[in-house]
Structures are given as structure tokens and as C-alpha cells.
């Protein structure tokens, strides 16, 4: 079965520092990856999404992430976050049945 | 256009009570899913449709049934509330192919 790992449960940082979420997923073969966010209280947001193609995908905010199939891995990055990205973020691969597989997520904190 | 709502927001139940989370969607999508969030666990999928009159299992599904009487509708329903069911449940929309899935606000339920 599919399975998605996020390394963090938790991440503090300063505001301006630079941030990366790292995700690791189980399926060899072709997938779809997704990384959502949560803002307190909100439902979930799509931030970026990889089908095929440029594997550094661009998504909302500022944020990208980059696809290495050799490592299984499509870790999020930012240059430099803001307060307002304070939030939990979700990494996931799409199922066989149109579902989402999600990690377990990971909550950012950052300082002003 | 709403896009994806549920229906209620907030639900406080006694253990062995029952009761049905409604989720609408104007998006002429084929597929939704419910699926629960839990600190620290994700989301997981409980029952998914591909259709107007289909329902299928997912990864957690124990305690609860679901219905799609209607293309636009998928309703959940909890037959004898237990306190393990507390969770906030998210419902998604999923029009196939290369495309995201769609939240809508979540309900949260506290089963005492």
C-alpha cells in the first residue's frame, strides 16, 4: 500500500529564515503528489501539485517543491517565511481511486 | 457557486446517539470522499464514491456508513456514536484526471 512519510512533526522558525519540509513517499511507479495547508481553524488548501513534466513545481505563496524520484521525495521550500505561513501542511500522493494518501503532517511555527 | 459545504459545523453527540453529516457540492464532480483528521495521524479515509449510486470503503471505515443518492450529495452517517469518533471529518470533491481534490470547511464532532 501507498504510504507517505513527513520527517517533521513540528518546525520553529524566525520570520526570513528559510524553510524545508521534507516528504518521502512508498510508490515506485507513477505518481501524482500534492502538498496542501491548513491555517488554523480553515480547511485545507491546495499549495502545489506534481503530475509530470518540470520536476521543480512552483505553487501559491512563494512556496515550491521538487520532485526526485530516485529518493522518492517532493520536499517543500520556501526562501523565506512569514508569520502568516504559520499553519500545518500536509504532503500526499494520489490513491488508485482518486483519493488522497496523506502524511501525518507537519505544524510550522514561526516567530516574528 | 459554493463549491464544497458541510453541513453542520459543530456537533456534540453522546455516546450510542446517531446522526448524518451532509456534504454538498456544486461542482459536478463524480467523486467524493469523507475522510477524518486526527492530531498527528493526518487524514484518513473512512468511504469514497466514483459516482451518483456507488460507495466503497476506505481505509477506516468501521462505525460508519455513507450514502450518494444524489450526484451532488455524500452523506455520512454515524449508526452509535463513540467517543473514538471524535475527529473533525472533511469532505472532498474529485473531478478525475489531472486535477486536485477539493475540501470543503469541515465538521467537528465530540463525541462525550
New interface residues.
Partial sequence: AQSVSQHNHHVILSEAASLELGCNYSYGGTVNLFWYVQYPGQHLQLLLKYFSGDPLVKGIKGFEAEFIKSKFSFNLRKPSVQWSDTAEYFCSVGGSQGNLIFGKGTKLSVKP | NAGVTQTPKFRVLKTGQSMTLLCAQDMNHE?M?W?RQDP??????IH?S?GEGTT?K?EVPDGYNVSRLKKQNFLLGLESAAPSQTSVY?C?T?A?G?Y??Y????TRLTVT
Avoid at chain 2, 498527528?40 to 479515509?45: F, P
Avoid at chain 2, 475540501?103 to 469541515?106: H, I, N, R, S, T
Fill in positions: 467523486y470522499y475522510y498527528g495521524m493526518g487524514l484518513r479515509l469514497y466514483v466503497a476506505g472533511f472532498a474529485y478525475g489531472l486536485e481534490q475540501f470543503g470547511p469541515g
